[in-house]
DNA sequence: TATTAGCACTCTATGTTGGAGAGTGCTAAC
DNA sequence: GTTAGCACTCTCCAACATAGAGTGCTAATA
C-alpha cells in the first residue's frame, strides 16, 4: 500500500509535492508554480511544474481553492509528506533534538516526582508551549497500575476516607458512605486484609482475578471480608482520571482558526473527555509515534485537525499517552519529534 | 457620594439613561433617541429625549462612537445603571428565582458532598451554560479550613503519604521525603501527636499559633515531636489549590469577542491563577454580591470586562469565592441574581 | 518526446464611488 | 419647556473598475 503511492509518483513529482506541503506549513497562502521554482531550485521552468503539479492535483494531492490560484495539499498530500518523512527519517537528515535538552528535561520532571500531576502539568505545558499546539497528556489508566496498599479512615459517623496508594506514586482517595457501626479497628482489619490479599498485583488483575475469586468463595469468609469487598468496589469507582491540556488558547493565532468554530468544536471534544481519551486510546495501540491528518481523524469534531499521540511507558508496561492537536498545516516533522522526545524523557522518569 | 449622583439625575434623566443602558444589553447597537422613544413610551418627542441624552453624554454616562451614530454607556453608566437596580430591588420589582430551582441545585449540590471538587465543577458548569458568561470558583482557602485528622503511611524506603483530612471533607495528600529510618509504629505516633494538638483548629490557627508554641518548647520534647514538626511542616507546602473555571467557550459567541484577543487576554489571566486570585480575594472583603465595571478593574487584562463576585461560607465564617466574568455588556441583573443564588446554595450545602 | 515561452483567461483582493439610512444638533415656532 | 423641521454627518453596502497572481493551452524548441 504505502509502497504503491512511492511508485506512483516519481522522484520528480514527490520533490515537487514536498515543496508545496513544505511551502504551505510555511506560510498558509496558496502555492503557485512560479514560487516553486524560484524557492526550491529545481532545474525546470514553471511551466513545467506547472504540468506536474496539475497531475498531483488529478490524483488528490494537491487542490485549489479555486481556479487560478496556487495550490494547497489536501489531507492525501499531507499524509505522503509525514511518510516520506518518517523514510527520510530512517536515511539521513532527521533534526537532532540537542542532547542537552533532554538532559534538562529529564532533569527537570525528576523534580515533580513527588507529585505526578504537577509532572503531567509540567509536559503539558512545555508541549503546549514549544509548539504552539494543544498538548494532552493522559495519565496512567487506573487498570495499568499496581496496587501498593489501601489505607481506611473513618471520618465522621458514616464517612470512611479510602486511601489508595500505587506503586506509581498515584493517590486515590475517596469520601464513601458506610455503616456506622464500623469501628476504626474493623477498618484496620479490613485494609490489612485487602493489603495482604493484593498487593503486588495491578488494578486490572484484582478486579478480574482475584475479586472474583473472592466473591465466589465468599461464603467461608467471615462477614467482615465482605464488608472488605463492597468497601474495596466503592473506593475503586473513581471518576476517569483528568486529562491534562494545555495551548488552546495558542492556537488562536494560527490564520486557520480566525473563525473561532473549528477552536469551538475541540474545546467542546476536550471538554467531552471520553471522546478524545476514547480516540486516544485506539490510536495508541502501536509503537511509537501515531499520527492522524484530517479526515483520517475518526472523531467528527477533529476532522479539521491533526492529532500526533505516543504511549509512555514503565519498563515495557504502557502507562499513558501523550498527544498534540494541531491544525492540518502542522509543522509535522517537528512536532513529532517533540512527541517523541517528551514521550521518552517520561518514560525515563517513570523507570527509575 | 452615590446619592450625589442620583441628586445630579432628574428622575427623567434617570430613567432615560437606564432605557438606554437595558437596550444596549439587549442588543449591542448604539442607541438613538428616536429608538428610546418608540420603545419606552415616555411621554416625550424624539428631540427632547435627544437634549436628554446630550446632557448625559456630556456628564460622562453615556458616549457616542462617532457623530450620528446613537448612544452607548460608558462605564459610569452602567455603574448607574447597577446601582440603581440594587435601589429597585430593595424597594420593589425584584426577579424572583422559583424557589423550585433553589430545591433542585441544592439536592444537586448535596449528592456531591463526598467529593468537593466534584461539587466545584457542577457549580462552575451550571453558573456558565446558565449565564453564558465565564464562571469561576474558588475553593476554600486551606487555612480556612479546619484539621481533623493526618495520616502518614510509609511509602517505599525513604517516601512517606501524608494525607490530611479537614472537617470540610477536602483531602490532602502528598508524597514527601523522610528519613528512611523512620517505621510505620514511629509515623503512628507522630501521627497521633499531630491529631491530638492539632484536631478541630483551623490550618491558619494551627500555623500562627501551635506550631510557633511547639517550636518554642521544642527543647523539652522528645525528638519524635521535633520530627512531627518537620514532617507536617512538608505536608502543608501543598500547591496553591486549583481554581475551577467554565464557560470561556460561551463567551467567544458574544460580539464584542469577535475579535478574540479580550479573549486571549482573559484567558491569560486566568492561567495565571494568582491574579485572578488575588483580585477576587480583595473584590470579596465585603458581604454579599460585589460588582466591577470595566475599568473600575484593577486588574489591565480585565478592564474591558465586568466581574461579579460573591462569596460562600460556613456558617458565618468565609470560604471561597463565587464569580462570574462577562462583558461590560452583561446582563448584570440577571447575572447578579444568579451569583447570589447559587452563593446561597452553596453555603447552604456546607452547612449541613 | 520532453520542455518551455508566450498568451489569453479566470478569479481574488483592493480601492473607489455613490446613494440610502440612521441619527444628530440647531433653530424657530408652539 | 417642548417640539417640528431641516441641514448635516457618518456608516454601511453594493456596484464597479483595476491590478496581480496563477492557471491551462498551444506552438515552438532542444
Same mark, same amino acid.
Given at each position: ?5 512511492f ?11 514536498n ?72 536515511s539521513?537528515? @532527521? ?21 505526578i ?27 495499568n ?14 464517612? @470512611? ?81 483528568? @486529562? ?63 492529532v ?13 499517552? @501523550? ?6 498545516r ?23
Open positions: 500500500m504505502e509502497r504503491d503511492i511508485d506512483i509518483l516519481d522522484e520528480r513529482s514527490r520533490r515537487v509535492l515543496a508545496v506541503v513544505r511551502s504551505y506549513i510555511d506560510r498558509p497562502d496558496p502555492v503557485g508554480s512560479r514560487f516553486v521554482t524560484r524557492k526550491y531550485s529545481f532545474g525546470f521552468s514553471s511551466a513545467t511544474i506547472r504540468n506536474i503539479m496539475s497531475d498531483l492535483e488529478e490524483m488528490g494531492f494537491l487542490s485549489q481553492p479555486h481556479t487560478s490560484a496556487g495550490r494547497v495539499p489536501t489531507d492525501k498530500g499531507y499524509r505522503f509528506y509525514v511518510d516520506s518523512l518518517s523514510n527520510e527519517a530512517q539521513e537528515k @532527521i533534526i537532532e533534538v540537542p542532547e542537552e535538552f533532554i538532559q534538562q528535561f529529564s532533569r527537570r520532571l525528576d523534580e515533580f516526582k513527588n507529585d500531576s504537577a509532572m503531567f502539568s509540567e509536559v503539558t505545558n512545555t508541549l503546549s508551549s514549544l509548539s504552539n499546539y494543544v498538548s494532552i497528556v493522559l495519565p496512567p489508566k487506573a487498570e497500575t499496581t496496587f501498593n496498599r489501601i489505607d481506611l479512615i473513618k471520618f465522621k459517623s458514616d464517612q @470512611i476516607v479510602a486511601i489508595l496508594l500505587t506503586d506509581e506514586g498515584i493517590i486515590h482517595n475517596k469520601v464513601i458512605q458506610a455503616d456506622p457501626m464500623l469501628k476504626q479497628e474493623d477498618l484496620n482489619r479490613i485494609a490489612d486484609f485487602l493489603n495482604v490479599e493484593f498487593s503486588g498485583h495491578t488494578l486490572d488483575e484484582i478486579n478480574n482475578m482475584l475479586m472474583q475469586r473472592m466473591k465466589r468463595e465468599k461464603a467461608q469468609w467471615d462477614r467482615l471480608i465482605s464488608r472488605a469487598i463492597s468497601i474495596y468496589e466503592q473506593a475503586m469507582t473513581f471518576a476517569e482520571g483528568d @486529562i491534562f491540556v494545555s495551548g488552546l488558547y495558542d492556537l488562536m493565532d494560527l490564520p486557520e482558526f480566525s473563525d473561532i468554530s473549528k477552536l469551538r468544536e475541540l474545546s467542546k471534544a476536550i471538554k467531552e473527555k471520553h471522546v478524545i481519551m476514547k480516540l486516544l486510546a485506539e490510536l495508541s495501540h502501536s509503537e511509537g509515534v501515531q499520527v492522524l491528518i484530517g479526515t483520517e481523524n475518526p472523531v467528527t469534531e477533529l476532522k479539521g485537525l491533526s500526533i499521540t505516543s504511549m509512555y511507558k514503565e519498563g515495557s508496561r504502557p502507562m499513558g499517552i @501523550i498527544a498534540l492537536i494541531g491544525p492540518t502542522m509543522d509535522y516533522s517537528k512536532a513529532i519529534i517533540m512527541v517523541d522526545t517528551i514521550t521518552k524523557c517520561v518514560s525515563r522518569t517513570f523507570e527509575d
